[in-house]
């Protein structure tokens, strides 16, 4: 199991860090869902006490990234194909707000903060079929930099919180329903798997990244909207590409 490290320059609490620790490999997919998370393993890799681990999943079970049931304990809360498409749907309802709000508000720093954000992700933009496991989880950290960026200036706290709690969610039903399988198809060479690679490069690409950078400068409030909801719906493409032999996410995680 992976170590992570919490990028916060306030001293954290045994709880607060555990629970940055267990979300962090949660969102990532390290720790997979449907998989256990029995507290005396979870001690033994993370070098927390009971007390802060059990807190954590309390709290992880209210974001509802973790599951809880009394008689077989914690674990990773699943994923599905129909949650991956709702959570589409939540994340361009909100996502478009900030947006708008957002390039009405934004000013020259905002402007730098968006274009910073986009030539980071630039540096680390590399075809899907060459990632290593270290390079998606850079990339998929660099690319929701740059989605807040774009939504920085919004004056909305609430929806915000929102944005974050789906983005999460949205995460890690992307790695594991789209991109994994996308990839492992494509080492096993399964018939299929180029049109699931074209169509995972095109969700990756900076093109669309770099179209959407130019049209929120541009302050092409029309545009950009009508690109972000092209943009969302690139990954459900992905899914059903990916979905080469009709595995379902329980499938997954029983292989996990």
């Known amino acids: ?35 256990p998370l029995r507290i005396a393993a979870l001690r033994d890799a993370y070098g927390f006490g009971w007390t802060p681990l059990r807190e954590a999943l309390s709290r992880l079970e209210a974001e509802r990234l973790v599951t809880a049931e009394s008689n077989r304990g914690f674990a990773v809360a699943p994923v599905s194909r129909a949650e991956l498409e709702d959570l589409s749907k939540a994340r361009l309802a909100v996502e478009t707000t ?32 060459g990632l290593s496991d270290d ?40 790695i594991f329903l789209t991109v994994t399988p996308t990839l492992r198809a494509a080492a096993g060479a399964e ?21 959407l950078m130019e049209l929120a400068l541009d302050r092409n409030l029309e545009g950009v909207l009508a690109l972000m909801k092209e943009h969302v719906g690139l990954t459900v493409d992905v899914f059903t590409l990916a979905d080469l032999d009709g595995a379902t996410a329980g499938d997954h995680g029983k292989q996990a």
Do not use: N
Request: aromatic fraction near 8%; charge should be negative; include cysteine.
């Open 1 to 35: 199991m992976h170590h992570t490290v919490v990028d916060d320059d306030a001293p954290l609490t045994k709880t607060e860090a555990a629970y940055h620790h267990l979300r962090r490999d949660i969102l990532a997919t390290r720790l997979m869902p449907g998989q």
């Open 98 to 129: 900030l947006l708008e709000e957002s390039i009405r508000k934004g000013d020259a720093d905002w402007e730098a903060a968006v274009v910073t954000a986009h030539y980071r992700l630039s540096r680390c933009q590399i075809p899907a079929e």
């Open 135 to 174: 390079a998606l989880h850079e990339w998929v950290e660099r690319h929701q930099a740059f989605h807040e960026a774009l939504l920085s200036a919004a004056d909305a706290t609430w929806l915000k919180h929102f944005y974050t709690q789906i983005w999460g969610q949205l995460c890690r039903h992307h």
């Open 191 to 211: 018939d299929g798997h180029e049109a699931a690679i074209a169509a995972l490069d095109a969700a990756m690409s900076l093109d669309q990244h770099t179209q």
